[in-house]
């Protein structure tokens, strides 16, 4: 199957989605890498599910990110979004930044949520396994940072160490964009452990098992957290499993939906 | 004419092995303040200040001070800290602050009153310049690049409010809200002190300094001269839509200079000191310059077709001579390449950084007394009729 691309207009602003697939609607939000369209992960998801895949204001086409200075303008967006899709309740999968607005959204707006799948969530602030900086690293460092096998052809195409400038635009454009709400505290609500009682939709929670960007103690966080909820890893995959093993993450993810 | 000292009081007591890029990716945010002697600092600092009041007894107009964080390249961070100790150590000579680094305070208001703390103090020998600080700042302060640009502005409008009005007045803007804003001192100079606005050459900036609300001048900072009158036309042509002639005195260059005797003494000599400035004092990758946000996107992409003139931490020695981005030879040589590049590029502002890497102290005294007596004293004569045709120009 494939995705198509249309521009849902929220509140004013234009935001481009990803949309495709029959069933049950699912919402995924990307990371800050702004991971969308043809991909292997969101392809396999649509084969199960009517997939919703928006780009977040500031990354590629979506506007609206002058409107963003904080974690809650991404909640108010997003339930905007839902109402505007016509759209009463989702299944909500969100990766790393993505992860986090996921978080949040379930804390503020529970019953706008069947099922929540959280991938290597950013959001929390572990005093002790602080999130690794991801705004100083030249492209290859980040490229590192981000994956287990960082010499595979997703890594390398997502991230080669010499960038044209489409590419560096677009990079500086992804990182403007989490930086807006994520420079300082840096990528998370530190109110939100505390917050995450507020949860009682039934979540899973995956890891990459090597993620280096946010490590498995976040996971475990998230998990002593959210009452109920189940941490399960990804082996041999860093910060974005769904990038680095889109079968096996789809899965874990599709088997907790479907359940 | 006019003639501010530069000063960034460096850091150059670096590690044998700085030459190493991948182990030293970058002289700033990242090296290690471990490389910083507190012993030897005292006698630097001391031996700094010592120049920067010589700059007076040379007829120097001024001194231009300046805020950079964490870096080897200038160590003064509170650059109002260094002028409070040359205000009471100099009686004439202007103190010139390009500048303070506004989105980098928690507040704006903290700047309005040391600067014009230093306006009472010095009878009204400020100039006070506003920067953003560049992109390293934004990672070494915590504050976020996104917001730079509008923090920047508001500060901006709230400190000038603060000096022009009688207060106590409200402020609601969207980063700074004050209830009663009611700076004491008031700055002795009116309107307030001079505003000077140092600049890598942003459209949006240039003429924002140009408007005829402002008429701030803009200083290019370590162009080549093709690139500084690029700028200065950008300026002047600002000047024109908005129905005046800019002045020269709203265009200021800085160059970082050395004079020996002889052309090939002079380029022997200042050849580690130029390279050091540019190829590590300037060390820093492109994230730590241009951190998220920092600059719009049409600003960037603008950016990255002359980045390879900007790329300063590779340019040769060879390559900084010829392209104008520092004047090195005999004093008659440096004295025809300056007044040809006043000339042509039409600024006022003449801003030599006469302390370079690790010069030691006798070596800038007699660079300093070199450009004073055999480039500055004859350029303000060849110059003259300029300041009779900008008489009623703010001068400065």
Known sequence: MSLQEEIVEVRGAKIQLYKGGKGSPLLYLHSFMGESGELPFLELLGRQFMLYAPVQPGFSRSEGLERIDKIEDMVFLYVDLIEALGLEQVLLVGSSMGGWIAAELAVHHPRLISKLVLIDALGLDLTKTPIADIFLPAPGELRHLLFHDHSSEVAVGLLPDTLSEEATVSLYQSRRAAARIGWNPYLCDPKLEQRLYRVTIPTLIVWGAEDRVVQTQHGEAYQRGVAGSRLVTVKEAGHLPALEKPADTTRLTTDFLKD | ?396
């Open chain 2, 1 to 396: 004419m006019r003639f501010y000292m530069f000063h960034l009081m460096p850091w150059p007591y670096l590690p044998d092995d700085f030459g190493d890029k991948k182990k030293y990716p970058s002289a700033w945010v990242t090296l290690s303040n471990g490389c910083y002697d507190p012993e030897k600092g005292n006698a630097l600092y001391n031996r700094y200040l010592d120049e920067l009041e010589y700059a007076e007894k040379l007829g120097f107009d001024g001194v231009c001070l300046n805020e950079h964080h964490q870096n080897t390249y200038g160590t003064m961070p509170a650059p109002n800290l260094i002028a409070g100790m040359l205000s009471r150590r100099t009686r004439e000579l202007k103190i010139a602050i390009v500048g303070n680094g506004l989105p980098l305070r928690d507040h704006p208001l903290r700047v309005a009153e040391e600067i014009a703390m230093l306006d009472v103090v010095t009878n009204g020998r400020m100039i006070s310049g506003f920067v953003r600080g560049i992109g390293c700042e934004y990672h070494s302060m915590g504050i976020n690049p996104t917001y730079s640009q509008e923090r920047f502005y508001e500060a901006h409008d709230l400190i000038i409010r603060a000096w022009t009005e009688i207060g106590p007045f409200a402020f609601e803007g969207k980063h700074y809200r004050v209830r009663y804003v009611n700076v004491w001192p008031r700055p002795l100079q009116k309107p307030h002190p001079p505003i000077w606005v140092p600049g890598a050459g942003s459209r949006e900036t240039l003429e924002w300094c140009a408007h005829p609300s402002r008429k701030y001048p803009y200083l290019a900072v370590y162009t080549p001269d093709h690139l500084a009158k690029m700028f200065f036309d950008h300026y002047r042509g600002a000047a024109e839509k908005h129905g005046y002639q800019a002045s020269p005195y709203q265009m200021g260059h800085l160059m970082p200079t050395y004079i020996a005797d002889t052309d090939s003494k002079a380029e022997e000599e200042a050849a580690p000191y130029m390279s050091w400035l540019y190829n590590v004092g300037l060390r820093y990758g492109f994230e730590y310059v241009f951190p998220p946000g920092y600059i719009s996107i049409p600003s960037l992409r603008n950016i990255l077709k002359f980045a390879h003139e900007l790329d300063w931490a590779n340019l040769s020695f060879r390559t900084l001579v010829d392209k104008g981005y520092c004047l090195v030879g005999s004093a008659d040589t440096v004295r025809k390449k300056l007044s040809g590049f006043i000339k042509d590029l039409g600024f006022g502002l003449v801003m030599p950084l006469l302390q370079i890497a690790d010069m030691p102290h006798d070596r800038t005294m007699r660079n300093m007394e070199l450009f004073a007596t055999k480039v500055m004293d004859p350029l303000r004569e060849e110059f003259k009729q300029m300041n009779d045709q900008w008489f009623d120009a703010p001068r400065y």
